[in-house]
Nanobody
Framework: QVQLVESGGGLVQAGGSLRLSCAAS????????MGWFRQAPGKERDVVAV????????YYADSVKGRFTISRDNAKNTVYLQMNSLKPEDTGVYSC???????????WGQGTQVTVSS
């Protein structure tokens, strides 16, 4: 199994920045992809950004392109989400998740709340 612990959420004004961290432990050698997901109030959980563990290839949802950056530190088994120019619509619970090669996202963190005030 892989355990994930997120940190870095909070309350910020529109236009501000936050950096989320997700530290992985356990069977980290099995990680192929790590992703950040967001669930806004009353909505389904959506993918925000994804990064491959070995090559560092990235994917971003259209709504965050140019504002958010996902990165990873393999030595620390940690993935980051730098969020700039935050908007009220970025508000939600942000969770990180891990996928092994050929599988879906099977391990999830507990989530961290991000609230952007207008």
């Amino acid at each position: 199994q892989v355990q994930l612990v997120e940190s870095g959420g909070g309350l910020v004004q529109a236009g501000g920045s936050l950096r989320l961290s997700c530290a992985a432990s356990g069977r980290t050698f099995s990680i192929h992809t790590m992703g950040w997901f967001r669930q806004a109030p009353g909505k389904e959980r959506d993918v925000v950004a994804v990064i491959t563990w070995s090559g560092g290839n990235t994917y971003y949802a259209d709504s965050v392109k140019g504002r958010f950056t996902i990165s990873r530190d393999n030595a620390k088994n940690t993935v980051y989400l730098q969020m700039n120019s935050l908007k009220p619509e970025d508000t939600g619970v942000y969770s990180c998740a891990v996928a092994s090669m050929g599988s879906g996202y099977e391990y999830w963190g507990q989530g961290t709340q991000v609230t952007v005030s207008s």
